[in-house]
């Protein structure tokens, strides 16, 4: 079974959208990573409906499936980075966050995206850890019910450095949410990489009944750091025959090429990714 790779645009913030959109088609993407943000796809501007509109009728004519990111680092707050998270200290934070994540499933639900991806945040000072994974459980619920009643995956993306940082971790929300339908999980392979015991590929396939999103690059161990393929230390093939066992067991997302800070080189990477992606995948099935 073909895997269905995307290309997340957060990596190409060099290019207007619809040039990314067109050069991902180009090249062959099934897909892409949307990222909300200033830049592309303004979550915060006005008519949001009508760009969200003429934005499907662009992927329907290029043929490109979607995700919805909102791991913008400055789309709320302009000096602080991913602030202010489901964790905020400030209520009316907190609020701001939940309002641009249910923003953010209405418009995955009007662009036919497969899921909406999000994140909990980093403990603020001061929090103790019980306090924390309550308040990110309270937080969630008003947007796992707009998601529920959408239709729409919420995949929830373990993040080194966050309260939610490790699969481990994802497994402890479900089990405070009542293990909700809506509520899935954004599988990072670098993430797992840096942070997991187990390899990329043992972590696919534990995760499998979860997954709604994966996201994927090359990392380090113990290294926060997205690099392009074969600059870190992943074994990739054991990786993409454990995505295909997952295709071949329901997953019908995509798999996003996750490379934020190289936008500079943006096309190049692009190109340059899916080509060692397919490579690999077809040597997986020689």
């Known amino acids: 079974m073909t895997l269905r790779f995307a290309y997340g645009t957060n990596g190409l913030t060099d290019l207007r959208l619809d040039d990314a959109l067109f050069l991902l088609a180009d090249l062959g993407y099934a897909g892409v990573g949307l990222t909300l943000d200033h830049m592309h796809f303004d979550p915060m501007a006005a008519d949001l409906s009508v760009r969200t509109s003429r934005l499907a009728h662009t992927l329907a004519i290029l043929g490109l499936t979607v995700t919805v990111e909102t791991g913008a680092r400055?789309?709320?707050?302009?000096?602080?980075?991913?602030?202010p998270s489901l964790l905020d200290p400030?209520?009316?934070?907190?609020?701001?966050?939940?309002?641009?994540?249910?923003?953010?499933?209405?418009t995955a639900a009007d662009l036919g995206a497969h899921a909406v991806h999000c994140f909990s945040g980093i403990v603020p000072e001061g929090v103790d850890h019980?306090?924390?994974?309550?308040?990110?459980?309270?937080?969630?619920?008003?947007?796992l019910d707009a998601a529920s009643g959408l239709g729409v995956p919420l995949a929830v993306e373990p993040e080194p450095g966050h309260l939610l940082a490790t699969l481990d971790d994802f497994h402890q929300l479900r089990h405070l949410l009542g293990s909700p339908d809506a509520l899935g999980l954004t599988l990072d392979i670098g993430h797992c990489q840096c942070l997991e015991p187990d390899p990329p590929a043992e972590c696919v396939r534990a995760a499998a009944p979860w997954v709604r999103h994966v996201q994927i690059e090359d990392m380090r161990r113990g290294v926060h750091e997205h690099l392009?393929?074969?600059?870190?230390?992943?074994?990739?093939?054991?990786?993409?025959d454990a995505l295909t066992e997952l295709t071949c067991t329901g997953y019908q997302g995509l798999i996003t090429v996750e490379l934020p800070r190289h936008s500079h080189a943006g096309p190049t990477?692009?190109?340059?990714?899916?080509?060692?992606?397919?490579d690999l995948e077809g040597g997986a099935h020689a």
Request: no cysteine; hydrophobic share 40%; net charge positive.
């Open 74 to 83: 400055y789309v709320l707050h302009p000096r602080r980075k991913h602030g």
């Open 269 to 278: 990477l692009a190109e340059g990714s899916l080509h060692f992606l397919r």
């Open 90 to 106: 400030d209520p009316d934070g907190r609020a701001a966050r939940v309002r641009l994540l249910v923003r953010a499933v209405q």
């Open 228 to 240: 392009p393929f074969g600059e870190g230390d992943i074994d990739f093939p054991p990786v993409l």
């Open 130 to 143: 019980d306090s924390a994974w309550k308040r990110l459980a309270d937080e969630l619920a008003p947007v």
